[in-house]
């Protein structure tokens, strides 16, 4: 059985005739107003004159695209969602009851189209107005979505909810007129025209030139006048029986049915009778497909009343039929249901339910909960076990809130044993999932004393649920290890098991067992033929990937679970946007995971699954450290540690302690995250990657510890280099990121990438290899721009300083670290970074240093903040120093302008301060030289140059000053050229040292005398 399009737009057009001004005028509201209700009775052509304006203004770019959604039997706000979803073409995970119209808005929030809301007169209204209410309130922007609402009821005085919002909302009501006498000529010649045979032809063919069959049909359609459901009914009551059939057997199917199927069951007539009805516009055919439209199944079900048992029993051969055709059609199974509970059969639909696992999974929610509650309603007999099937449906799809409800509404019920028992064994899976132990604890309590014999399976592996929860590991693995011969047999009971048992080593980030496991429970689910596993075992088997590195592949896994099913199933709400974003954080791509899992997680409000929220929060709190938002990072985390501080949560302890740990790092409060660690790993919880931080953290000299998966050694490795880098141990720093780097590149993890290159650009710079740092430091700063990592742009913004000062390149140096700060966001202002910039000669501006200290440790390692008492220059080159340093470079000669002595290897000698001025100005000039006049001028100060009066003393002083400079150095200092100008040696290097910062009178070389 094929699935239905018949709430979509289908490709039929319609002609409009006598509309344009009409068109006009509805397509001015639309423009002007972002909801629109366009109202009028049954065939007044509402959907074809708002399908014609829509259309036509999206193709002229005044309003967005369009998109069409029939909302005809739409009882509820899910299958609101569901029909908006397939109308924007959107696939959109089951949601949790109380979040049906936060996700409405969600998906109309996502794309901007002109969304047509088509036969709402029936739909839940009050889910309505709540949309319009969030989407479009009053004094707003206007969003990106426009509505349009067709009905035929005006809906936006008719509902009080609806009619509150329409008061001071953005909207326009427009009734749609019936034609005008022209227009009504118009278009019967337009129909006349398309049937071949006029008005007249047709009477006379249909009466067979009987007088009286004349008289009759014209006193019928006058009797009718304009309502269109009076000619509605003598439309149906002239069909023949064989027409009729179809049409009653498409009214209770309610979606679109097979030529061929119908054949089957209507007989070998069918086809005569199909063309009866198409040309009555009773019946849509689309290829070999049959429907009854949308907005006529309405007013048929209110002319014909409900379907006889003899429609019913051919509809359940029919569906029977497709469904032994197809066993995993959804819409075959759901349909044999329903029409085996209309005739009376409720056990033998929930029998048929039970046995075609594969179909009922891939259901649409909707449709199940309707078929279950059909047959709930239907025979009090199996009411119960109808309502306990619908709630382990609504477990599996995590919608954890409808199931509970599901099961209150038995819990005032006398149930027997046995149901009572999967009462409150479902009862309690739904309070673990939620993250409610206390609660869940009471439920297997009851689920204890009145436990069958024989039956104490679910009852264990409910109790070592709970054990997990509070963080007894250890001991819910030796129960649910000791239930795997009773288990084996049950594929249901040995995937629970299974994918408890992974759950339990997720938890403990032990990712390659949790993985294991995790599979084995999706092959348990296999072995029974059920198409959509337990919403848990794609929730470990996802997370365990990311933690393995194995991201393209949690990708893959995402992608195939959301796409697993025909309908809308897959993933639960907001599992598969909050895994696209765990995937993009694993992936390095932070920017994007905080958009994409910020709005998500904060849509998760308490009501949802307690452990996946904190979990939820730990990846989040990780994003926003990597993101250097570390104030939102605390947020996260306690979030997070108020959810593992209530009782029967402490398995999350440990995960939120570390996570403060890495925060307090991050602030550079080192001893305060080391003691985190330690309390982390102090009880039974057992984390390698937890350990590995603890152990970079610690101040002892220890060995690392084992590491177990492949991912875990490479972290390991990245560790030990930050380790090593922290330590001085450079050359190890070096090599344990070269051990690292391979595996990160490989796996796609940017993040850790790029922490990599940071390691071995400082490591390289400060080992005095400038030529390797400098392609590493661009690799980070690369990845770090791209995808956000702040703290890493400003490190890596510091280590490039640093390589430019040992280069003696000032001006870079401050540039760096003046980039440094200004991309600095006010957490990240440390007082370090300060004292750095003003020891450059960079202005911090007025703002004002953070009280922490992110940046303290690499600053000082770097010596970016040390003491500046001098300064150094040769030729082109700078280096600021503290007293008694030494620049990192060999110089023949170093001029000390402060003590006013000449420096070479060992020995020192004193100049004169003229001697000093001159050989500072030779040093300054460098390969440009000096002339004669240049030295007078400025050594002398003398204002005008005479040589016979003024030459021979230049020269007199560039002789004693080489001969004084030969007591230190064995060649000359400074040679005269042939263009008579006077120049450092060819090969001298001399460095002139000054006191810094230096004062206004001791900045440039001063003249010694005017004489």
Not at 32 to 44: K, R, T, W, Y
Not at 384 to 412: H, V
Not at 448 to 473: N, T, W, Y
Not at 585 to 592: C, L, V
Request: proline share 6%.
């Amino acid at each position: 059985m094929p699935g239905s399009d018949a709430f979509a737009w289908n490709g039929a057009g319609c002609e409009l005739i006598g509309r344009e001004r009409v068109a006009a005028q509805l397509a001015e509201l639309i423009r002007a107003h972002p909801v629109v209700a366009v109202v009028g009775p049954l065939g007044i052509g509402k959907t074809a004159l708002v399908r014609e304006v829509v259309e036509r203004e999206a193709a002229a770019g005044r309003v967005p695209p369009a998109a069409h959604a029939s909302l005809a039997g739409v009882e509820s706000a899910r299958g609101l969602l569901e029909r908006t979803g397939r109308a924007l073409r959107r696939r959109y995970p089951p949601v949790e009851s109380s979040r049906l119209v936060p996700a409405l808005c969600t998906l109309l929030g996502s794309a901007a189209c002109t969304l047509v809301w088509d036969d709402a007169e029936d739909a839940a209204l009050d889910a309505i107005a709540a949309v319009l209410e969030a989407t479009a309130p009053a004094g707003r922007a206007r969003p990106r979505c426009r509505i349009v609402i067709v009905s035929r009821e005006p809906v936006l005085s008719r509902q009080g909810a609806v009619r509150a919002w329409a008061e001071h909302g953005d909207a326009a009501s427009f009734e749609v007129p019936p034609l005008d006498a022209a227009a009504c000529r118009d278009l019967i010649a337009a129909l006349e025209h398309r049937r071949g045979r006029s008005l007249q032809d047709e009477a006379i063919r249909a009466s067979g030139g009987n007088p009286l069959a004349l008289q009759l049909a014209v006193l019928a359609g006058r009797a009718a006048g304009s309502d269109p459901m009076v000619g509605l009914g003598h439309a149906i009551g002239a069909l023949p029986s064989e027409a009729r059939k179809i049409l009653f057997v498409l009214l209770a199917a309610e979606t679109a049915l097979r030529d061929v199927d119908l054949a089957a069951v209507c007989g070998e007539r069918t086809e005569g009778g199909l063309l009866l009805l198409s040309r009555r516009a009773l019946v849509a055919r689309e290829g070999d497909r049959v429907s009854l439209p949308p907005p006529m199944i309405g007013p048929v079900r209110s002319l014909v009343g409900a379907p006889a048992p003899d429609i019913w029993e051919a509809l359940e051969y029919l569906a029977r039929r497709a469904l032994g055709a197809a066993p995993d059609d959804p819409e075959a199974l759901l349909l044999a249901c329903r029409a085996s509970a209309q005739r009376g059969h409720a056990p033998e639909a929930l029998a048929l339910l039970r046995g075609h696992v594969a179909a009922r999974a891939s259901a649409s929610p909707a449709a199940l909960e309707r078929a279950l509650g059909d047959i709930a309603r239907g025979e009090p007999a199996a009411a119960n076990d109808a309502l306990l099937a619908l709630a382990r449906e609504q477990l599996r799809w995590g919608d954890f809130e409808a199931a509970r409800r599901t099961l209150c509404g038995l819990a005032g019920r006398e149930l027997p044993a046995p149901l009572e028992y999967r009462r409150c064994i479902l009862g309690a899976e739904a309070l673990v999932r939620a993250g409610e132990p206390a609660n869940a604890t009471q439920e297997l309590e009851r689920a204890r004393s009145v436990k069958p014999a024989g039956a104490g399976i679910a009852l264990e592996e409910g109790l070592a649920d709970l054990a997990i929860l509070r963080g007894d590991l250890h001991g819910a693995r030796r129960t649910l290890l000791r239930l795997a011969r009773r288990t084996r047999s049950v594929p249901s009971l040995e995937g629970r098991r299974a994918v408890s048992l992974g759950f339990s080593y997720l938890l403990e980030e032990r990712h390659d067992r949790a993985l294991a496991w995790a599979r084995k429970a999706r092959e348990a689910y296999r072995r029974r033929g059920d198409a959509a596993v337990d919403i848990l075992v794609p929730i470990v088997e996802i997370a365990a990937l990311m933690g393995l590195d194995q991201i393209d592949r949690a990708s893959e896994v995402a992608a195939r679970e959301t796409r697993s099913s025909r309908d809308d199933r897959g993933l639960a709400e907001g599992t598969a946007i909050l895994f696209r974003a765990g995937i993009l954080f694993r992936r390095g791509e932070m920017k994007e995971a905080m958009r994409i899992g910020e709005p998500a997680f904060r849509a998760l409000d308490r009501r949802a699954d307690r452990i996946f929220r904190a979990r939820v929060g730990h990846y989040l709190a990780r994003c926003a450290i990597g993101l250097g938002q570390l104030e939102r990072a605390e947020e996260f985390t306690r979030i997070a540690a108020g959810i593992a501080a209530e009782p029967g949560l402490g398995v999350l302890r440990p995960m939120c302690e570390m996570d403060f740990a890495l925060l307090c790092e991050a602030r550079g409060e080192r001893a305060e995250a080391a003691e985190r660690s330690r309390r982390a790993l102090s009880g039974a919880w057992r984390s390698p990657l937890a350990r590995i931080e603890a152990w970079a953290l610690d101040a002892q000299d220890a060995p690392p510890p084992p590491s177990g998966f492949r991912a875990a050694h490479a972290y390991a490795w990245l560790r030990s280099a930050e380790r090593a880098l922290e330590r001085g141990d450079l050359a190890q720093a070096e090599t344990a990121a070269a051990r690292a780097e391979p595996w990160y590149r490989r796996a796609g993890a940017l993040y850790e990438l790029a922490r990599v290159q940071l390691v071995r650009s400082e490591a390289c710079a400060r080992l005095g290899r400038p030529e390797d740092a400098l392609p590493a430091i661009a690799t980070c700063t690369s990845l770090a721009e791209r995808n956000g990592y702040l703290p890493l742009l400003i490190q890596a913004h510091l280590v490039r300083a640093f390589v430019a000062e040992r280069a003696g390149d000032v001006q870079t140096c401050a540039a760096e670290l003046g980039s440094a700060w200004t991309r600095a966001a006010s957490e990240l202002r440390d007082e370090a970074l300060r004292r750095a910039c003003a020891r450059a000669g960079v202005s911090a501006g007025p703002s004002t240093a953070g009280a922490i200290r992110p940046l303290a440790a690499r600053i000082s390692r770097l010596g970016l903040d040390r003491p500046a008492r001098c300064i150094t220059r040769q030729g082109g080159r700078t280096w600021i120093l503290d007293a008694g340093e030494e620049p990192p470079a060999h110089f023949d000669l170093t001029l000390a302008l402060d003590p006013g002595r000449v420096r070479a290897d060992q020995t020192e000698l004193p100049l004169s301060p003229q001697q000093r001025q001159i050989l500072e100005h030779l040093a300054c000039a460098g390969a440009a030289g000096m002339s004669v006049e240049d030295l007078y001028r400025e050594v002398w100060g003398g204002t005008e140059y005479h040589p016979l009066r003024h030459r021979n003393s230049v020269y007199v002083a560039l002789a004693r000053l080489r001969e004084s400079l030969g007591a230190v150095l064995a060649r000359d200092a400074f040679i005269d050229g042939p263009d008579g100008r006077y120049r450092i040696a060819p090969g001298v290097r001399l460095a002139v040292r000054r006191s810094w910062p230096p004062g206004e009178a001791e900045s440039e070389p001063r003249a010694v005398s005017a004489k």
